[in-house]
């Protein structure tokens, strides 16, 4: 199956926005729960946002209030809306899916995901 894809990254500065896409050539996402992950150097991969097919969406709690997990309107790419950012956002982004419409993101962990992406930077630094 064909891996995901993520861009949008880059290098800001506190208190700026970055929206991060992810697509899924080859797939039909529009039939995948997506999560976002990232990891930080020297730290493991962890949660951050998690979108279902059918639209139900979860957050860590340290970017709720701040992150916006969306679809376009044909639900083949989703979007990580990243305002306010901060230092402790840095990393590297992934998305990652799970195949099927039955999936919630209850406690989206990242063992449950798969197809992930190379990844993009996300460095935030003034």
């Known amino acids: 199956q064909p891996r995901l894809v993520e861009s949008g990254g880059g290098l800001v500065q506190p208190g700026e926005s970055l929206r991060l896409s992810c697509t899924g050539p080859g797939r039909r996402l529009e039939n995948e729960a997506v999560g976002w992950f990232r990891q930080a150097p020297g730290k493991d991969r962890e949660g951050v946002s998690c979108?279902?097919?059918?639209?139900?969406?979860d957050y860590h709690n340290s970017v709720k209030d701040r992150f916006t997990v969306s679809r376009n309107g044909a639900g083949n790419t989703v979007y990580l809306q990243m305002n306010n950012l901060k230092p402790e956002d840095t990393g590297t982004y992934y998305c990652?899916?799970?195949?099927?419409?039955?999936?919630?993101?209850?406690?989206?962990?990242?063992?449950?995901?798969?197809?992930w992406g190379q990844g993009t930077q996300v460095t935030v630094s003034s």
């Open positions: 990652g899916s799970i195949p099927t419409r039955g999936y919630f993101c209850t406690k989206f962990l990242e063992s449950r995901f798969g197809n």
């Open positions: 979108i279902s097919a059918t639209g139900v969406i």
